[in-house]
Nanobody
Framework: QVQLVESGGRLVQAGGSLRLSCAAS????????MGWFRQAPGKEREFVSA????????YYADSVKGRFTISRDNAKNTVYLQMNSLKPEDTAVYYC???????????????WGQGTQVTVSS
């Protein structure tokens, strides 16, 4: 089992950058694929990015490709989401999740954090 705690969300102007972190508890963090999802007010949760256990394989939603970068440090039990060129439509609660596959399917992720709010002002 793994527990996840996100941090780094805040208010930022359009065009700015943020780095989200997700700290995981447990000795088996390295064995999980990790994902970032987001949910904007009134909308369904959507996939943002995912990374495999080694960090070699990554996957991005088309809406963030070229702007966001996912990475992980297994020695620190942490996964990151570097977000550049932020847009108002990136405003959402961002969740990190641990699962078995690098996939946009949220059902493949069994463990979730509580979320961190990112607000991008125009």
């Amino acid at each position: 089992q793994v527990q996840l705690v996100e941090s780094g969300g805040r208010l930022v102007q359009a065009g700015g950058s943020l780095r989200l972190s997700c700290a995981a508890s447990g000795r088996t963090f390295y064995s999980y694929a990790m994902g970032w999802f987001r949910q904007a007010p009134g909308k369904e949760r959507e996939f943002v990015s995912a990374i495999n256990w080694s960090g070699v394989n990554t996957y991005y939603a088309d809406s963030v490709k070229g702007r966001f970068t996912i990475s992980r440090d297994n020695a620190k039990n942490t996964v990151y989401l570097q977000m550049n060129s932020l847009k108002p439509e990136d405003t959402a609660v961002y969740y990190c999740a641990a699962g078995s596959l690098v996939t946009p399917d949220s059902h493949a992720f069994g463990f979730w954090g509580q979320g961190t709010q990112v607000t991008v002002s125009s």
